[in-house]
């Protein structure tokens, strides 16, 4: 079974920078659609970023394209989210996700919507002063 394991959270002022990692064991990130997602208090879980299992292919939220950049180091089977130019807006207990790739089409694609995602981390808490 898939596990998934963030970290990289943390308190950083605004227009700062923060990298998150999520570590995945029991499988091969080559096999899995990732995505990240954020839930700030008392609002409703949000799709931040996703990345097919073959790593070409990566969507980003629209407000957030340009700032938060995906990537994939397939040697540590571990998926990150850079994120700059942060705001505090950004507060939020940020999550990844993985579906196996067939879930979604094929091994290249991503869907940035919470729905087909079934492996979760127990997210990392990233707040941005002001």
């Known amino acids: 079974q898939l596990q998934l394991v963030e970290s990289g959270g943390g308190l950083v002022q605004s227009g700062g920078s923060l990298r998150l990692s999520c570590a995945a064991s029991?499988?091969?990130?080559?096999?899995?659609?990732i995505g990240w997602f954020s839930q700030a208090p008392g609002k409703e879980r949000e799709e931040v970023s996703c990345?097919?299992?073959?790593?070409?292919?990566?969507y980003y939220a629209d407000s957030l394209k340009g700032r938060f950049t995906i990537s994939r180091d397939k040697t540590e089977n571990t998926v990150y989210l850079q994120m700059n130019n942060l705001k505090s807006d950004d507060t939020a207990i940020y999550y990844c996700?993985?579906?196996?790739?067939?879930?979604?089409?094929?091994?290249?694609?991503?869907?940035?919507?919470?729905?087909?995602?079934?492996?979760w981390g127990q997210g990392t808490q990233v707040t941005v002063s002001s």
């Open positions: 996700a993985a579906v196996y790739w067939a879930m979604v089409g094929d091994k290249n694609s991503c869907i940035l919507s919470a729905s087909p995602y079934i492996y």
């Open positions: 029991g499988g091969s990130l080559d096999y899995y659609a």
């Open positions: 990345m097919s299992g073959s790593g070409a292919i990566t």
